[in-house]
């Protein structure tokens, strides 16, 4: 064993018609950007009409909002760079904290997280995967126990 740091080969998940290796991301299996459009806007329907979470969006319109989730979940799977390209590290729990998320908050936005995620109808690894991780970060949100 050495300190060297190990050497790391991405594995080709499929060749290319050309044999070109093709390394496909989790952003690319589930469809691309119209994916996560509809994500983003599914979600934005219901927030737009939950009591508890629309006074946390104070513009009248949410596309801003649901721009901005879905350039950040496009480049968190591995899609374009666009969000950091045009707002920096997304420093999530920074961006949030001025908003008093408690357990219910975060139990509403999973609610129509959730069930945006199920209009997409992913096969259950997907499905499983994203969830997994909407899970997680909807818990690292929490900023309060106040009710």
Do not use: C
């Not at 060297?4 to 290796?21: D, Y």
């Not at 408690?102 to 959730?114: C, G, K, S």
């Amino acid at each position: 064993m050495t300190d060297k740091e190990p050497i790391i080969t991405p594995v080709t998940l499929r060749s290319s018609e050309s044999g070109e290796a093709e390394l496909r991301t989790f952003y690319d299996d589930i469809g691309g950007q119209p994916t996560f459009i509809k994500l983003a806007h599914e979600f934005y329907k219901g927030v737009a009409t939950d009591p508890v979470l629309r006074p946390m969006y104070p513009e009248e319109d949410l596309s801003p909002a649901e721009e901005r989730m879905r350039m950040f979940l496009e480049q968190y799977w591995g899609g374009p760079t666009t969000y950091s390209d045009r707002r920096g590290h997304p420093r999530l729990r920074m961006r949030h904290m001025p908003f008093a998320i408690n357990p219910d908050a975060r139990d509403r936005w999973l609610l129509h997280m959730t069930a945006a995620v199920d209009t997409l109808n992913l096969a259950p690894l997907h499905r499983e995967t994203l969830m997994d991780y909407l899970d997680r970060a909807a818990h690292a949100m929490v900023n309060t126990f106040d009710a």
